[in-house]
């Protein structure tokens, strides 16, 4: 995550180069918290850890849905004015649709064919970020302002996924693992840094 001021990233480190060296070993001996100033790679040691802001779901209640769908999650914009909603269409877990609700207008973003999943809105709630795909996947970021979608290819069968906005959105960082290495629901990757024009 971006620090204060947006010019040190904030980030855990896998300690280990082989997965053999995990066996029996705590999470305490292998993940260590680190920071990296974003202009020089200058890096630092961090003293205590840090809490990736966690995404906070919304009530579902009353957005609108289509026949046979179910609302299974939902997030709201920063400013409060936009919804954005993911359904599964039956019993088909594989089968996500990402929607975005404002006042009276609603407006499908994705189609089923690939499961989607909403990840965050960004600091000023220009960007949205849904993540396709269970493995591999890739990152889809919708641009409020424009009305239009951008893909960030991936990388062959990689895993992109947990994207987090600088504080002016100029900047974005996400995961990109070859699913070498996971912890708990989560696998360890490469930070890619991305920056908006």
């Known amino acids: ?13 896998l300690l280990v180069a082989d997965a053999a060296d995990t066996t029996g070993r705590n ?32 009530p579902t209640q009353g957005l609108p849905t289509r026949y046979g769908e179910t609302i299974v999650w939902a997030v709201e914009s920063p400013d409060g004015k936009t919804v954005a909603y993911e359904t599964i269409v039956g019993r088909l877990q594989n089968s996500r649709i990402v929607y975005l609700a404002r006042g009276d207008s609603t407006v ?34 919708f641009d409020m ?7 960030i290819d991936r990388d062959g069968d990689s895993v992109d996924y947990m994207t987090l ?18 912890y708990e629901y989560d696998f360890f990757g490469d930070i890619c840094l991305f920056k908006f024009r």
């Open 1 to 13: 995550m971006f620090a204060v001021g947006d010019s040190i990233m904030y980030f855990r480190r």
């Open 165 to 182: 906005f600088s504080s002016d959105d100029k900047s974005m960082v996400f995961i990109r693992s070859q699913k070498k290495y996971s």
């Open 108 to 141: 499908q973003l994705t189609y089923g064919d690939i499961p989607c999943f909403i990840d965050r809105f960004s600091n000023t709630g220009r960007y949205l970020t849904v993540i396709c795909g269970y493995g591999p996947s890739w990152i889809i970021i």
């Open 145 to 151: 302002e424009k009305n239009i979608g951008y893909k």
């Open 27 to 58: 999470p305490e001996e292998l993940i260590k918290p680190f920071g990296i100033r974003i202009s020089d790679k200058q890096l630092y040691t961090l003293s205590e850890d840090y809490h990736y802001p966690e995404k906070a779901g919304i």
